[in-house]
């Protein structure tokens, strides 16, 4: 089993759209990858709830059968998009 732990900081806005809810969108996004990367056994995002300023905002953590998986998983069109759609988040 392979494990990938992720952590962001997001931008105050961004798509005009304050953090929170920009965070709201992003745990959506990975959520729905679950039923369409083979392999993929678990995923779970998670936000800070502690206002600490050296905390990150959001935390992905998800679990795959083997590097093959984690593999189908970087490469996936909805992995890339999420990609490209944080590049103007953080």
């Known amino acids: ?3 990938h732990i992720v952590f962001w900081r997001l931008n ?3 798509y005009g759209n304050n953090k929170q809810t920009n965070a709201d969108i992003l745990k959506e996004k990975i959520l729905a990858m679950q039923p369409k990367i083979d392999g993929l056994i678990k995923i779970e995002a ?3 709830f502690s ?3 050296d905390s990150c905002d959001v935390v992905l953590y998800s679990e795959f059968t083997n590097k093959d998986a ?3 998983y970087q490469i996936h069109p909805d992995h890339l998009e999420i990609k490209k759609w ?4 953080r």
């Open 46 to 48: 998670g936000f800070d």
């Open 1 to 3: 089993m392979i494990k």
């Open 86 to 89: 944080l590049a103007e988040v």
């Open 51 to 53: 206002g600490e300023k």
């Open 70 to 72: 984690l593999h189908r």
């Open 12 to 14: 105050d806005t961004a």
